[in-house]
């Protein structure tokens, strides 16, 4: 009964929100309780001054002053510890599933107090506390501290890493201090290739199992200068053995073109069939081959290279998935 209302207030309280570009740590963002060690101190603290009440005992109003003192000092370095820190967002690069995928942030400390004993984690249930295994980090002063996140890719999508606390404890850990961070930032996960999966050679996007070139130039032989070839592909050492200017041919290897078609895996499973795809468009820029995709939604002509691998690969991870927008 009391979830809803709980949830309602710290709605009212945190405001939370999903951001772009860098965030500057303000007063208004930075909130700070005291931890069961600073409740811990100020129970004894009362106790103290009811004693020093009581015995009438000089010394020890200066004994708990003094604590108390340490404690609002200890307070004020757990605030400032946040405070005018500057962070913003950087590029998550693709991980297949069952990887780790790392969210990159950087925290920029303009000012010239080092920041300890930062800790980030992904928000929890509960406001206070999280159970997860935070990132530790330090920001020395005037610099540009990069710090990657973790996150388990457990499916194939795209994964975002929610909303982060970044918290600290310094410098007693009598005072808990923290601010939330929701980034506009994602990551795109592959599916996870299969061992083993043979590429359907024979194939082409036409039909004929046609073959086209593709590879490193090789040298085949020399044939008879004429003018306008280039002087660089002379062959001088022939020339040197009175044979005549001789020109250098090169001759690229034949490289089989491919269609990869989703209706040509034999898996039942949606999964595994993704599962086999991503393997084949691996394999085929491996061995530098000129490939195409034919998807249920959708079919890109054949090309190689690493952007056309990419982009094979996110048609791939993103099939049959809700659409999302771009961040």
Known sequence: MFAPLKQKFQSWLFRPRIER???TLTQRRIFIIPTRQGFTLGFVLVLMLLGDINYNLSLGYVLTFLLAMMAVMSMLHAFRNLAHLEIRPGRAEPVFCGETARFMLHFNNRSSLSRYQLCLVQTGDSFWKNTN?????????????????PLPATRRGWLQPGRLTLYTEFPLGLFYCWSYLHFDTRCLVYPKPLGDAPLPFGNSPDGTGTRSMAGDEDFSGLRKYTAGDAMPRIAWKAYARERGLQVKQFSAPLGEELLLDFADTPDRNEEEKLARMTRWVLDAETQDLRYGLRMPDGELPSSNGIAHRDECLRRIALFNLPQVGQP
Do not use: N, S, Y
């Not at 990132?135 to 020395?140: K, Q, S, V």
């Open 21 to 23: 570009g860098a965030i």
């Open 133 to 149: 295994m935070p990132l530790r980090l330090d920001a020395p002063a005037l610099q540009d501290t990069e710090a990657a996140f």
